[in-house]
């Protein structure tokens, strides 16, 4: 045993790269975010601030069938006004490597505060919403998406 550590042969080495390639391949979908860190996230970027639930709305699947293309519509309440429009709104998802997913930023020359995208998804988690209005006030909403595997519970 000792031989094959100080001399290995091409099959040894062969079998410690695949094993090392495997390794490398599966890691990131192993190391995924947790609520804790949306929450850590929101506190970076609010410091504390209170939230409110409401002026938001999702357009997302309750079951994705396939979690690489997942579309996601968020809608917030607001007149786009100079007294009343959104600033900012941020999309987080807490079982992914990268807690964040999206940021957007709106000007009262927009007509809406809407957006659409696709995200990927790498497992079933929550996709939580943070809408920041002009006059400070903060407002979530959080869902859950099912993310499933060729139409099977995952």
Known sequence: MTDLLKHP?????MMAGGAAT??????P?????????????IQKLYAGRP???G???FD???IAENGLVVPLGVEVESAMTDADNV???HVFADGNPNPSVASFFFTTMMPKAAVQVRMR??????????????????????REVKVTIGGCGG
């Open 55 to 57: 002026k938001i709305k």
């Open 51 to 53: 939230l409110a639930e």
């Open 60 to 62: 997302l699947p309750s």
């Open 22 to 27: 495997i390794a490398a391949l599966l890691a």
């Open 121 to 142: 998804l790498a497992q079933t988690q929550n996709i939580v919403a943070v809408a920041e209005m002009a006059d400070g006030k903060l407002y979530t909403l959080k």
């Open 87 to 89: 600033k900012a709104l």
């Open 29 to 41: 979908r192993l190391a995924v975010a947790a609520p804790a860190q949306v929450e850590a996230e």
């Open 9 to 13: 042969d091409r099959r040894t080495l």
